[in-house]
């Protein structure tokens, strides 16, 4: 089975730095991804991690350990459009499906 | 490239009534996927297409629940004799043949509300 963990809410400051935890058990992985998600709208695609390390994308950055079932996302210089769901998922691999297993996300509130 | 889009966006059905949606992927996306959120929780999987074929089903899709993907372009998913516990957002995502991350693109989603 699979099972996906990321704190349910945060709260940050605008133009701080925040770190968004998730850790992960599943068989098979193939591949770990962020999605942002505001409220009534569609999940859009952050970042994706497959190897150990850092990868950075402008104000965002995910890290990946696979020995530690464990990545978190980094938000630099919040802004507060940055209000909102941020949801982890992993890939397994199984068939030729590439389905995603979503945590239950993180609802990160920015204030001024 | 505008999208993946869905529709309609709302359906209020009563219980009981059958409810089908529509989802256009992005053009040239040969994967398809339905996923199912509700309040508070993160997408959960429903089905897979690849082209016109339906290669994988959830065990939440009851036999209530029918996806197609007839011409590999659009899909539909009907749900059949609705209950309460289908009220959901219902988003539908696509991926292109050979991307190397697979990155699925969501659509704004159909929320469902059965009275």
């Known amino acids: 089975g699979q099972n996906i963990d990321q704190p349910t809410e945060m709260t940050a400051t605008e133009g701080a730095i925040v770190q968004i935890n998730c850790t992960y058990q599943?068989?098979?992985?193939?591949?770990l991804f962020w999605y942002q998600q505001h409220a009534g709208e569609a999940p859009t695609f952050l970042s994706y991690?497959?190897?150990?390390g850092l990868e950075e994308k402008g104000r965002f950055s995910s890290f990946l350990s696979r020995s530690k079932g464990y990545s978190y996302l980094l938000l630099k210089e919040l802004q507060m459009k940055d209000s909102a769901s941020y949801l982890c998922?992993?890939?397994?691999?199984?068939?030729?499906?590439?389905?995603?297993?979503f945590g239950t996300g993180t609802l990160l509130a920015v204030q001024p | 490239d505008t999208g993946v889009s869905q529709n309609p966006r709302h359906k209020i059905t009563k219980r009981g009534q059958n409810v089908t949606f529509r989802c256009d992927p992005i053009?040239?996306?040969?994967?398809l996927y339905w996923y199912r959120q509700t309040l508070g929780q993160g997408p959960e999987f429903l089905t897979y297409?690849?082209?016109?074929?339906?290669?994988?089903k959830s065990r939440l899709l009851s036999d209530r629940f029918s996806a197609e993907r007839p011409k590999g372009s659009f899909s539909t998913l009907e749900i059949q004799r609705t209950e309460q516990g289908d009220s959901a957002m219902y988003l539908c995502?696509?991926?292109?043949?050979?991307?190397?991350?697979?990155?699925?693109?969501f659509g704004p989603g159909t929320r469902l509300t059965v009275t």
């Open positions: 995502a696509s991926s292109p043949r050979d991307a190397p991350t697979y990155e699925q693109y």
């Open positions: 599943t068989s098979g992985f193939n591949g």
């Open positions: 991690n497959v190897l150990d």
């Open positions: 998922a992993v890939r397994r691999y199984g068939g030729a499906t590439n389905k995603l297993i």
């Open positions: 053009s040239e996306h040969n994967r």
């Open positions: 297409f690849q082209n016109e074929a339906q290669l994988e």
